[in-house]
């Protein structure tokens, strides 16, 4: 399907900013205990660094270790970002999550970082 010549692309299109923040994540997929970097935040998602290969449309159940406190967040994977083996010194591989619940404690800690 073509896209629209003034359809925004990338970060035009997202509704919230975004602030560069890394606290390490766990989940779960497929019955494997997994983790990440989150690497920037915003109101509605995440954008996950990590190895593991997560398609989109999965919903994940994530913990976030913030120096504050620790904070379930759910979501589903948006988009993949992968790198090429021969550029995995210098790019990251991870995931997009779009936030599906927020909770109470965590949409807080986004109050005190300017985002609310």
Not at 26 to 40: C, M, N, P
Request: with cysteine; net charge positive.
């Amino acid at each position: 399907m073509p896209q629209q010549k003034n359809a925004p692309s990338g970060s035009e299109r997202r509704i919230f900013t975004r602030l560069p923040y890394r606290i390490p994540c766990e989940f779960t997929h497929e019955g494997a205990k997994l983790g990440g970097i989150v690497t920037d935040i915003s109101a509605r998602g995440l954008f996950i660094e990590s190895s593991h290969r997560i398609p989109a449309g999965t919903e994940l159940r994530m913990l976030l270790r913030d120096p504050r406190g620790s904070f379930e967040v759910v979501g589903h994977v948006k988009r993949e970002k992968r790198s090429h083996r021969s550029a995995r010194q210098v790019l990251s591989a991870g995931f997009g999550l779009r936030l599906d619940v927020i909770p109470e404690p965590f949409f807080r800690m986004l109050v005190e970082l300017g985002m609310g």
